[in-house]
């Protein structure tokens, strides 16, 4: 069964400084992949999705994320956060006919 | 598009009230996911649909909790009777396929509390 592990429930991080979000999955075949956020009172947005083609993928917002099928990872960066990314992020996968499955979620804090 | 809508944005209703939640998905997408969402249990999936029929209600927490989705758009979820341990935001879904390739849209959620 596909699954989703989120490693960092919280991470803090200073306006500025980068930003790796960590994403590890479980899926048999090549999997799609997703990256949302969610800021606070609001639903999920997408930021990013692989399926195929190149392994570094560019999102909305100045975020990319990089799958790495070697290590079953698909890591969200960011070279330079701002106040604004202050949300809470989830990592989805999913593929062929099965449903989204979701992290449980890595809630990042700016610091000024 | 006006992306996936849902109704109402905040709802709160005493225990053993009837409380439904609805949501409009997007013109053209033929699959809808209702989650829910607490601090405890994440993001779950209760239930979803494909082409207005319900393909796996698994996640729906018990006898209490039902859901409809009499055309391609709208769809509602009914907790009757209502209990405190409800309490929690209410996401619907949409997508074209099942998310594979495309994604879901997900709405702004209603957050229910149940006093």
């Known amino acids: 069964a596909q699954s989703v592990t989120q490693p960092d429930i919280h991470i803090t991080v200073s306006e500025g400084a980068s930003l790796e979000l960590r994403c590890n999955y479980s899926?048999?075949?090549?999997?799609?992949l997703f990256w949302y956020v969610q800021s606070p009172g609001q639903g999920l947005q997408l930021l990013l999705k692989?399926?195929?083609?190149?392994?570094l993928v560019q999102g909305i917002k100045g975020f990319e994320a990089e799958f790495k099928r070697s290590q079953s990872s698909f890591n969200l960066r960011k070279p330079s956060v701002h106040w604004s990314d202050a949300a809470e992020y989830f990592c989805?996968?999913?593929?062929?006919?099965?449903?989204?499955?979701f992290g449980q979620g890595t809630r990042l804090t700016i610091n000024p | 598009d006006a992306g996936v809508i849902q109704s109402p944005r905040h709802e709160v209703t005493e225990m053993g009230q009837e409380v439904t939640l609805r949501c409009k998905p997007i013109s053209g997408h033929d699959y809808l996911f209702w989650y829910r969402q607490t601090m405890m249990r994440g993001l779950e999936l209760l239930i979803y649909?494909?082409?207005?029929?319900?393909?796996?209600d698994s996640g729906m927490p018990e006898d209490r909790f039902s859901a409809k989705m009499p055309n391609a758009s709208f769809s509602t979820l009914k907790i009757q009777p209502s209990e405190p341990r409800d309490s929690a935001v209410y996401f619907c879904?949409?997508?074209?396929?099942?998310?594979?390739?495309?994604?879901?849209?997900f709405g702004s959620g209603t957050r229910l509390t149940v006093v």
């Open positions: 879904a949409s997508s074209k396929g099942q998310g594979r390739g495309y994604g879901y849209t």
């Open positions: 989805a996968v999913g593929g062929g006919a099965q449903k989204l499955v």
């Open positions: 649909f494909n082409n207005n029929v319900p393909i796996d």
């Open positions: 692989y399926f195929s083609g190149d392994t």
């Open positions: 899926y048999g075949a090549t999997p799609y």
